[in-house]
């Protein structure tokens, strides 16, 4: 006498591929949020006069997900500030293979210069990525991990 199984083959495949999506829909949801936070951040933080807007309003983030841009949050009211941050995200993003990613970019060609120059543009959001990122990780994956066991057991 055995075990016999009294499901279809294809019901703990079909739930783990269930499980995978919400945890990757969470994940592009934290990184949303996350972004979000940080380019206010970096917006609000600046040390340098702004005097047409463009740099500050060039400040945007992309999620990246198997170096593909799953979600832009930058500006698409400033074309060529949009067109040098989705160049600069493409550029890093291709570099990226298996990965979920948070690029931050400051869209305008002057960027580097200004902050060259010792005046925060996306510096500060960078400073702070580096304390809240690892706590949304922890938060993130003890959530995953209760909800596995909960769904499949220790």
């Given at each position: 006498m055995g075990i016999t199984k009294n499901f279809a083959d294809d019901v703990i495949k079909s739930a783990v591929s269930a499980f995978k999506k919400r945890v990757d829909?969470?994940?592009?949801?934290?990184?949303?949020?996350?972004?979000?936070?940080?380019v206010k951040y970096a917006r609000d933080s600046h040390n340098y006069t702004d005097r047409t807007g463009n740099l500050t309003n060039s400040?945007?983030?992309v999620v990246v997900?198997?170096?593909?841009i799953v979600y832009s949050g930058i500006s698409t009211n400033m074309p060529l500030a949009q067109k040098g941050a989705f160049d600069t995200?493409?550029?890093?993003?291709n570099r990226l293979k298996d990965e979920w990613a948070l690029i931050i970019v400051?869209?305008?060609?002057?960027?580097?210069?200004?902050e060259a120059k010792g005046y925060n543009v996306i510096l500060p959001a960078e400073l702070r990525?580096?304390?809240?990122?690892?706590?949304?990780?922890q938060t993130l994956t003890a959530k995953v991990k209760a909800k596995a066991v909960e769904l499949f057991g220790k």
């Open positions: 829909d969470a994940t592009l949801f934290m990184l949303q949020s996350l972004g979000e936070d940080l400040i945007g983030y997900h198997k170096s593909q995200a493409m550029a890093m993003a400051a869209g305008m060609n002057y960027a580097a210069y200004v990525a580096k304390s809240d990122f690892p706590a949304a990780i």
